[in-house]
T-cell receptor
Framework: GQQLNQSPQSMFIQEGEDVSMNCTSSSIFNTWLWYKQDPGEGPVLLIALYKAGELTSNGRLTAQFGITRKDSFLNISASIPSDVGIYFCAGQRGGSNYKLTFGKGTLLTVNP | NAGVTQTPKFQVLKTGQSMTLQCAQDMNHEYMSWYRQDPGMGLRLIHYSVGAGITDQGEVPNGYNVSRSTTEDFPLRLLSAAPSQTSVYFC?????????????FGPGTRLTVL
C-alpha cells in the first residue's frame, strides 16, 4: 500500500522554541492533512491543504502542500506546554472513496 | 450534537471470544470508517462505508466484519479475537462530498486480547 514517511519520530524541545516536521511520499496526493492527538483521545484536525504550493496557517501552526504533491510540512512557532502530543500527517488521493493514508506520527515533548 | 461516540472505552477479551465495537454519529454523515492504531504504526484503515448498506475493505480488514444498516451506526465485529488484535480502535465520520476537513474521530476503544 501507499506509504507516508513522517519525520522526525520524536522531538524534545524547550518551551518557546519553533518546531518543524514533515511527511514525504512516493505517490502523489490531492489533499494533505495534519492532525494532533492528545493522550487518550482521538486525532483532531489542525490544518487541511488542498492545492500544491498552498501555505496555510492556524494560529501558531503553519503547513505547506509541496509543489510536487508528494510532501508536506508543519511548523509550530513559539511552542507551549499544551503543544505536547502526537502529530500525524495524512494524505488523500481523491476519488470517491475518501480514504486517508496516515504517517506514523511525530511525538512532541515540550519542556517548560 | 454528541459527534462521534464509541463504546466501550476499554475492553479485555480472551483469545477466541467475539465482541462488537460500537460507533455512532449524529451529524448525518454518509462516510464512516474504522482505524486501528498501534505503537509506531500510525492509523491504519480497517473498513469503511460510504453510506447505509455499502461497506468496503481498507488496508487491514482480516479478522474484522462490519455492516451499515443505518446512517448513524457502524459497528465493528471481531468474530474470534486474537492477541494481534490488541490495539486502540478509532471510528471516524465525514460528510460525503465535502472537504476532508469535516472528518471527525471518536475517542477510541482500547482493546486487549489475552
Amino acid at each position: 500500500g501507499q506509504q507516508l514517511n513522517q519525520s522526525p519520530q520524536s522531538m524534545f524541545i524547550q518551551e518557546g522554541e519553533d518546531v518543524s516536521m514533515n511527511c514525504t511520499s512516493s505517490s502523489i496526493f490531492n489533499t494533505w492533512l495534519w492532525y494532533k492527538q492528545d493522550p487518550g483521545e482521538g486525532p483532531v484536525l489542525l490544518i487541511a491543504l488542498y492545492k500544491a504550493g498552498e501555505l496555510t496557517s492556524n494560529g501558531r501552526l503553519t503547513a505547506q502542500f509541496g509543489i510536487t504533491r508528494k510532501d508536506s510540512f508543519l511548523n509550530i512557532s513559539a511552542s507551549i506546554p499544551s503543544d505536547v502530543g502526537i502529530y500525524f500527517c495524512a494524505g488523500q488521493r481523491g476519488g470517491s472513496n475518501y480514504k486517508l493514508t496516515f504517517g506514523k506520527g511525530t511525538l512532541l515533548t515540550v519542556n517548560p | 450534537n454528541a459527534g462521534v461516540t464509541q463504546t466501550p472505552k476499554f475492553q479485555v477479551l480472551k483469545t477466541g471470544q467475539s465482541m462488537t465495537l460500537q460507533c455512532a454519529q449524529d451529524m448525518n454523515h454518509e462516510y464512516m470508517s474504522w482505524y486501528r492504531q498501534d505503537p509506531g504504526m500510525g492509523l491504519r484503515l480497517i473498513h469503511y462505508s460510504v453510506g447505509a448498506g455499502i461497506t468496503d475493505q481498507g488496508e487491514v480488514p482480516n479478522g474484522y466484519n462490519v455492516s451499515r444498516s443505518t446512517t448513524e451506526d457502524f459497528p465493528l465485529r471481531l468474530l474470534s479475537a486474537a492477541p494481534s488484535q490488541t490495539s486502540v480502535y478509532f471510528c471516524a465520520s465525514r460528510k460525503q462530498g465535502a472537504g476532508t476537513d469535516t472528518q471527525y474521530f471518536g475517542p477510541g476503544t482500547r482493546l486487549t486480547v489475552l
